[in-house]
Every structure is written in C-alpha cells, then in structure tokens.
C-alpha cells in the first residue's frame, strides 16, 4: 500500500477561514516536506520538517515521526492559496528520496 | 541564484521514438532525483544520483529509462523507446546533501502519441 497517505484529496474554502491538510505514514519517516505546485507547475517548497513545527505566514505546518503524521494548517485562506498541495516524506534508510502523497486540490472561493 | 532548470518544457513524441529531458540542478548540490508525475500514481521517483553515482534506479521504470550524470551539473532522462502511457511531467529535483530538502524545476510535460 501507499506509504504517504494525503487527505482530503480535495477542500472548498471561503475567504478567510482555515483549515488542515494531513498526511498519515505507514512507516517511520526522517523528515516531510510540503509543496505547493505553482500556475507553471513548478513544485515551490513551503516547509522542511524533521521534528516539531514551523510557521511561515498563514501556515503552519508541524511533523511527528513517532505518530506517523503531518499536518498542514492553513488560515485566513486567500483566493490565491487555491491550488494543489502536496506532502513528501523521506523514510528513515539513508537516502533522502521523497515518496509523495497524492496531493490536496485547495479552491478558496470569495 | 538559479535553481534547478529543465528543457525542454513541453516534448511531443511519437511512440516508438527515443526522447531525451535535460536537467540542471542548483549548482553545488550533490543529489539529483528524477521524478514521474501523472493523475494517477502521483509523483513517483525514477532515479536517484548522490554525487554523480546512480543510488536508485526506480526498479519498474529500468526497462526503457536510463538516467545519466556524466557531470555534477547535469543530468539526462532517457525514454527508449516511448509508449504513450509515458505521457506525464517528469520533474528534476535537487538537494544539497543527506537530511535536506529538495528543489524542484518547472518539469518536462512529454505527449507520446
């Protein structure tokens, strides 16, 4: 089965209010990453996590290995946070390949 | 400061052709990752190179795939010969050693026919 799994794969917000996005591991992960895909598909990173949480504006973000999970909170959403959100998470072997969830499609609406 | 740059950006392929993507990682970065994207399995990894050395060769894709590193500040994916179920973005990552995080370019977008 999937190592990362991302929920929900789809959210519907009004301006201004929140959410979180979540992914669930199947196995002990070293460290997680989120991303944002851009209007050019480009992948633009947001957070690097081995332990605890960051902040960074409007989101935050927060990773617990022994739990097996990563949130990504989201608040006072904007029109311009729609998009698709991705988590990544290195396993625990010694390389620092990404296996990624499967994506959270985000449309903030007025 | 440039970060990681892919060409071309948009490849259109018959079946059966060979294509090659290009990649250029953020200079001084000594690992490289190529990437798969499609709808339906989302991003799955390829091939991985740690200072040029091949780590990870993505197992199902080594039959018609070949990633090279002939230099640290270049990299091809090469697709031989193509299928249409090739059809996805392919992006190029790096990052600067073990335990850091990686940058990712604006992706290949391949059509095979």
């Known amino acids: 089965g999937d190592q990362v799994e991302q929920s929900p794969s789809a959210l519907s917000l009004h301006e201004g209010t929140g959410s979180a996005l979540r992914c669930n591991f199947t196995t002990t992960m070293r460290a997680v990453q989120w991303f944002r895909k851009n209007s050019r598909g480009s992948l633009i990173n947001l957070f690097y996590?081995?332990?605890g949480t960051k902040e960074n504006g409007r989101l935050k973000s927060a990773f617990d290995s022994k739990e097996r999970y990563s949130t990504l909170h989201i608040r006072d959403a904007q029109l311009e946070d729609s998009g698709t959100y991705f988590c990544?998470?290195?396993?625990?072997?010694?390389?620092?390949?990404?296996?990624f969830g499967k994506g959270t499609v985000l449309l903030v609406s007025p | 400061d440039a970060g990681v740059t892919q060409t071309p950006r948009h490849e259109v392929a018959e079946k059966g052709q060979t294509i090659i993507l290009k990649c250029e990682p953020v200079?001084?970065?000594?690992?490289l990752f190529w990437y798969r994207q499609t709808k339906i399995q989302g991003l799955e990894l390829l091939s991985y190179f740690r200072s040029k050395s091949l780590m990870e060769d993505g197992g199902a894709f080594k039959d018609r795939f070949k990633a090279e590193m002939l230099n640290s500040s270049f990299s091809t994916l090469k697709i031989q010969p193509t299928e249409p179920k090739d059809s996805a973005v392919y992006l190029c990552a790096s990052s600067s050693d073990w335990g850091y995080e990686q940058y990712f370019g604006p992706g290949t977008r391949l059509t095979v026919l």
């Open positions: 200079s001084g970065h000594n690992d």
């Open positions: 990544a998470a290195e396993a625990d072997s010694g390389y620092n390949k990404l296996t």
């Open positions: 996590l081995a332990s």
